[in-house]
């Protein structure tokens, strides 16, 4: 097979594609017409070429170029192509079509007459024409074809500079490709330089195809169909669709409006409208609809209520417009209805949670107030009005207190009513208000409580006034204790009345350190045992002073005793002490010591009194008691204090006491 | 010896006082159970000391009392008081006291105080 029959052959497979790949796209559009035309043309052209170089026959290689010289229609319509890609509209369609047309015809004539071209020759790729016929039309022809080729390429190139973008670009590529090829192969190398080349028209116009054809698929060129995406829509959307006449009757009706008011498209087509509509919105649908008829005005979001066909209220939305003829003349209405039960029955949902809300928030006790970032008030309830003195219907517009932060508790000057002034606590809470930045205030009344709290504190102090004179009144009554027990001396010289009355004032000046101290420290309950026992040593010290050069060491942890355990512990020590004094360092020369140390473990204690005198008497211990003081030790360690009592008598005495105490009192 | 007035209001108190002070071998020149009287004795007998209590019958209690006496006639005063508490304290301090006798005291603390405010 001749070689140069290829191209021509394989243009023609690749442009059955083409036109296949176009007719599945759309062939409603214009531009997809015409391209799809000028690809049947250049399949024609390219299957004729194919037959008449493959052929050895010259009366069938005839047939084929003769079927080949429908080409020349193919420079028409790529120019039409070209104006519809860049969207030029013609005003003169008739005149554009003859101009365009009717040269194009005249050359198909004259070149189906044999004027053109003379005989069929037969070179190596087969028969093609090389002589021209008669030279004038020979000429007129070559003429014609020359110039509306390169009217064709200019035009794609000023739209391709105008425009500037890569389609139009690809676009004068693909349209300037075939006309260079078929100038040079057919023109100026066979006429101009005589030499004679194979024609590669057809091969370069597959190449122009198959780049239109990527422009159409990649910038989706091929506009849909009005009229078939008007049916789509009317299929798929989902609002109902009423196309009534002037006397409201429906003409067209979609799917989603026989859904949802439940007819058949049949059983609306020609009935008015207003038989959907129910009575309750009927009067204000008809004047909804006559105003946009008469004021050609379009009607948008209305709401009313329309029936269906078992009568029950559907809650609608509806927008309206006028349709013109093109005489302007209106000679319809397009209705598109939009069923809103849902957002009805979810608005009656807000609305009752809403007035819910409001109710609370309305008849709150507690004033509530919201303010912007700059005090600006935004909402308050009417408590809140009453609290910041606000007479009825007046509006505040700036919150009066300025020192407002987050988080932030206050008390301020309230009005409670009938012009009483109360106490408020204002609580600032940081919050959102309308997506903004605000401050939640809440005002509460606390004038019951401030004076609750006022007379707990009157009656708290007036209780630790009582207590006060009640540890005063001990202390001067155990004065006059001292005092009785001091005046039987005045009139008895007797040592023995005289060492035992003065043994009782020890014990009572004991017990009145610790008054003294409850009352002195304002803590009625319980005393530090430290500096009691500092304050009982200095005390007893300084009454012996002058008798005895005695040096007391104290150990003692940091504790806290109520009255009871200190009372019990601080007689105790007294006894010791004066016991230590009076007889323990009788005879002792060198350094006397007392040392009392109280030692504290979890609830566990241990005091510990000890001297370094002659220890204890012979004939007396803790089984055999016969002294008035160790008696009353025994008593208050082991009897008051619940606890036990070790006596050591090594290098002086020592006394050990253990006891346990309650939480309560540590 | 010292010349003494005592203030107390506590009659048995009172006679322990001077009966201890008497015995050190003061001298007793007055003892009133209200402040106003006892400022009247003191104008005339001008005593070396005044042992005064701080909740006295009259119309002025000790301290009151005491700031007079302390003023006018510059005479050493030694309160003898149950009250020990702070605001007491801070009260009479104005006074400039020689000491204070906090109730109950015993004979020893009174003669060691009296001494001790003589011999200033």
Request: charged content about 25%; some cysteine; overall charge negative.
């Amino acid at each position: 097979m001749n070689i140069w029959a290829l191209p021509p052959l394989i243009s023609s497979i690749i442009s059955i594609f083409i036109l296949l790949y176009i007719f599945n796209l759309d062939l409603k559009s214009k531009f997809n017409r015409i391209f799809f035309l000028v690809v049947i043309v250049s399949f024609i052209w390219s299957f004729s070429e194919f037959n008449y170089r493959v052929t050895n026959d010259y009366q069938v290689a005839l047939v084929w170029t003769n079927i080949a010289k429908i080409w020349i229609f193919i420079l028409p319509l790529t120019f039409d192509l070209i104006l519809t890609f860049v969207d030029k509209k013609i005003k003169n369609k008739i005149l554009y079509y003859i101009l365009l047309y009717l040269p194009i015809v005249s050359l198909y004539v004259i070149d189906m007459m044999n004027l053109v071209m003379s005989d069929l020759v037969k070179s190596y790729w087969g028969y093609s024409y090389i002589k021209p016929a008669n030279p004038y039309f020979n000429a007129i022809y070559l003429i014609l074809v020359t110039v509306i080729c390169l009217l064709n390429g200019f035009l794609s190139l000023y739209y391709a500079l105008k425009r500037k973008r890569i389609k139009d670009f690809i676009f004068l590529f693909a349209i300037f490709l075939p006309i260079i090829v078929g100038i040079l192969t057919d023109v100026i190398l066979p006429i101009f330089l005589k030499i004679l080349v194979p024609g590669l028209t057809t091969a370069c116009f597959t190449i122009t195809f198959i780049l239109i054809a990527i422009i159409i698929k990649k910038y989706n060129l091929f506009m849909p169909d009005l009229k078939k995406s008007i049916e789509t829509i009317l299929l798929t959307m989902s609002d109902a669709l009423f196309i009534l006449d002037t006397d409201f009757k429906i003409k067209i009706v979609n799917k989603s409006a026989s859904d949802f008011l439940e007819y058949r498209e049949e059983e609306m087509l020609n009935k008015t409208i207003l038989l959907f509509i129910s009575e309750k919105s009927l009067t204000h649908f008809i004047r909804m609809i006559k105003f946009a008829m008469q004021h050609d005005y379009i009607i948008k979001d209305e709401e009313a209520l329309f029936l269906s066909k078992n009568e029950e209220e559907i809650p609608v939305s509806f927008s309206c417009s006028v349709i013109k003829d093109n005489n302007k003349q209106i000679i319809g209405l397009l209705l598109i209805v939009r069923d809103i039960t849902s957002r009805k029955k979810l608005e009656e949902i807000l609305e009752i949670t809403n007035e819910s809300f409001v109710n609370i928030i309305e008849k709150s006790i507690e004033g509530i107030i919201i303010v912007d970032k700059s005090l600006s008030i935004n909402y308050m309830n009417p408590i809140a009005k009453r609290y910041l003195n606000m007479l009825e219907g007046e509006i505040l517009y700036r919150f009066p207190y300025d020192n407002i932060s987050s988080y932030s508790i206050e008390e301020i000057e309230i009005n409670i009513g009938n012009n009483e002034k109360g106490i408020g606590e204002l609580i600032t809470i940081p919050t959102k208000w309308k997506k903004n930045d605000a401050f939640l205030i809440i005002i509460r009344d606390i004038t019951t409580r401030k004076e609750i709290e006022k007379k707990l504190i009157s009656s708290l102090k007036l209780k630790e006034n009582l207590l006060a004179e009640i540890h005063h009144r001990i202390k001067n009554n155990l004065q006059i204790v001292m005092t009785l027990l001091r005046l039987p001396l005045r009139f008895s010289d007797n040592p023995i009345l005289k060492s035992i009355l003065l043994d009782a004032q020890f014990r009572i000046k004991t017990m009145a350190l610790i008054h003294e101290k409850l009352y002195k420290d304002e803590n009625f309950f319980e005393i530090n045992f430290k500096d009691y026992i500092i304050e009982l040593t200095d005390f007893l010290l300084s009454f012996f002073q002058m008798q005895k050069d005695i040096k007391v060491e104290l150990s003692i942890d940091d504790v806290n005793f109520d009255s009871d355990t200190s009372i019990s512990c601080g007689l105790i020590i007294t006894e010791l002490f004066t016991n230590s004094i009076k007889y323990a360092f009788n005879n002792k020369e060198d350094e006397k010591i007392i040392t009392i140390t109280l030692k504290k473990e979890n609830n566990n204690f241990t005091l510990i009194y000890k001297d370094n005198g002659s220890g204890l008497p012979e004939g007396i211990s803790l089984e055999n008691i016969n002294t008035t003081g160790l008696y009353l030790i025994k008593l208050l360690a082991i009897e008051k204090l619940k606890g036990m009592l070790e006596i050591k008598s090594e290098n002086g005495l020592e006394y050990n006491i253990y006891f346990s105490i309650t939480d309560d009192y540590i | 010896m010292a010349k003494i007035i005592i203030v107390e209001d506590d009659a048995l108190i009172l006679d322990d006082l001077k009966n201890s002070l008497s015995r050190a071998g003061h001298t007793i020149i007055g003892s009133f159970a209200k402040g106003e009287n006892a400022l009247i004795d003191i104008e005339k007998e001008k005593p070396d000391l005044v042992l005064m209590d701080i909740k006295l019958e009259g119309y002025i209690d000790g301290i009151e009392t005491a700031a007079i006496i302390k003023f006018k006639y510059n005479i050493p005063i030694i309160y003898l008081t149950a009250f020990s508490n702070e605001k007491f304290v801070e009260r009479s301090k104005q006074t400039e006291p020689i000491a204070y006798l906090l109730k109950p005291f015993s004979e020893e603390e009174l003669i060691k105080a009296v001494d001790k405010a003589l011999n200033k």
